[in-house]
T-cell receptor
Framework: QKEVEQNSGPLSVPEGAIASLNCTYS??????FFWYRQYSGKSPELIMS????GDKEDGRFTAQLNKASQYVSLLIRDSQPSDSATYLC???????????FGKGTHLIIQP | EAQVTQNPRYLITVTGKKLTVTCSQN?????MSWYRQDPGLGLRQIYY???????DKGDVPEGYKVSRKEKRNFPLILESPSPNQTSLYFC????????????FGPGTRLTVT
């Protein structure tokens, strides 16, 4: 059974600070890694994808992948109140059954 | 606009009354999937489809059926809904068949009384 683990939070971060979200996964054969943002009652929205070890930056977001440690992280710089949401880590690859999602980390940005 | 659409968005029904939730995508994606999301349990995959006429069970398929007669449509059928199927349902599609990014529809909130 593939597993994706996230701290459920809530993670409270002051506005303007860096928010750091973490995720670990169990399947060493995983090849693709995603971060989704989900506002309450809304659908998950893809914000970052990463496929190889290292960092990938997109605006205020940086995804980090360490396959040896089976660890994925998301950094949000200059956090804004609009970043308050649940962040889902998703892992895929190696099988025909799509993505496995973590249960999400609830992030609160305090003004 | 590239999108995944679902209908209805909200549905209240009674136990045993058959219902269908439609899902359609206009991105020519081969892969489509259904999830349910429940508090504390996260997103769980119900069924997925690699292509037309190819469907397979996900993690929680009991009580659900799907069909994929056309590439763009992937309806979810509850033939005899029960209260434990009360949930928030999402359809998603992906341009690749294995492990690639998925794009979600707006969701259908289903209540079975």
């Amino acid at each position: 059974q593939k597993e994706v683990e996230q701290n459920s939070g809530p993670l409270s971060v002051p506005e303007g600070a860096i928010a750091s979200l973490n995720c670990t996964y169990s399947d060493r054969g995983s090849q693709s890694f995603f971060w989704y943002r989900q506002y309450s009652g809304k659908s998950p929205e893809l914000i970052m994808s990463i496929y190889s070890n290292g960092d990938k930056e997109d605006g205020r977001f940086t995804a980090q992948l360490n396959k040896a440690s089976q660890y994925v992280s998301l950094l949000i710089r200059d956090s804004q109140p609009s970043d308050s949401a649940t962040y889902l880590c998703a892992v895929g690859g190696g099988g025909a059954d799509g993505l496995t999602f973590g249960k999400g980390t609830h992030l609160i940005i305090q003004p | 606009e590239a999108q995944v659409t679902q209908n209805p968005r909200y549905l209240i029904t009674v136990t045993g009354k058959k219902l269908t939730v439609t899902c359609s995508q206009n991105m020519n994606h081969e892969y489509m999937s259904w999830y349910r999301q429940d508090p504390g349990l996260g997103l769980r995959q119900i069924y997925y489809s690699m292509n037309v006429e190819v469907t397979d069970k996900g993690d929680v398929p009991e009580g659900y059926k799907v069909s994929r007669k056309e590439k763009r449509n992937f309806p979810l059928i509850l033939e005899s809904p029960s209260p434990n199927q009360t949930s928030l349902y999402f359809c998603a599609s992906s341009p690749r068949t294995v492990g690639y990014e998925q794009y979600f529809g707006p969701g259908t909130r289903l209540t079975v009384t």
